[in-house]
């Protein structure tokens, strides 16, 4: 069964017509979900961790967060990177 969604493109933000059918979609390119911070809110340091011989601090947000769906047109996909 397919289906039609609309989701904007987070480069360059025009939106997209993406055509699910089941596990496969088409027009669009995906990369997952994240979340982004918004409002008022610090990071804080919860630990640390070590890569090859550096260490590295890891921070958690403490404010609100919002669900971001990343989708990519496939103009934006296939332009070059900097």
Known sequence: MKRRIKRRCLDCGK???????????????YFGKFESPIGPGKYKKVGTTKIGRKK???????????K????????????PGP
Request: glycine fraction near 8%; charged fraction near 25%.
């Open 15 to 29: 939106y997209i017509n993406i055509t699910l059918d089941g596990n496969k979609y088409s027009n669009g390119n």
């Open 56 to 66: 590295f601090d890891l921070v958690r947000w403490t404010g609100k967060q919002k």
């Open 68 to 79: 971001i769906e990343y989708w990519e047109c496939n103009k934006c996909f296939n332009e």
